[in-house]
C-alpha cells in the first residue's frame, strides 16, 4: 500500500503521477471516483497523468490513444495494449494505491 497524497489535494478532474516502479497514475474523477494505472502509455513513452481526463477515460497526450481508467483497456488506436490497474483506497483522508502483482492483471 503506497500513500499518495490526501484526498483534498486531488482535485476532481486531475490526476498525480506516483513515482513507483513503474510509475503510476492516479486519476480523480468529475465524479469523484479514483482510479489507478500505470502512468506509461502502451503505445509509446508518454506519462498518462499528464493526458486529458473525460467521463473514465484518459487519452494520451503524445498520439491520443484513450484508455478506460476502470480496466485499463484502449478505446482506440494507436494503443493496442492495455494498462495495468491498481486498487484505490481511502483512509483517514489519505489516497493509498494497492499495486497490481503482476503485469496485465487488475488490482
Do not use: Y
Not at 12 to 22: L, Y
Amino acid at each position: 500500500m503506497i500513500p499518495v497524497c490526501r484526498l483534498e489535494d486531488l482535485p476532481m478532474g486531475e490526476s498525480v503521477r506516483v513515482e513507483t516502479t513503474p510509475p503510476v497514475a492516479v486519476f480523480h474523477t468529475d465524479d469523484g471516483e479514483l482510479h489507478a494505472i500505470d502512468d506509461t502509455c502502451t503505445h509509446q513513452d508518454a506519462s498518462l497523468s499528464e493526458g486529458w481526463l473525460e467521463g473514465c477515460l484518459v487519452e494520451c497526450p503524445l498520439h491520443a490513444a484513450a484508455f478506460d481508467l476502470r480496466t485499463g483497456v484502449p478505446t482506440c488506436l494507436p494503443a493496442r495494449r492495455a494498462v495495468r490497474t491498481h486498487r484505490v483506497t481511502v483512509d483517514d483522508g489519505v489516497i493509498h494505491v494497492h499495486l497490481a502483482a503482476e503485469e496485465g492483471t487488475a488490482a
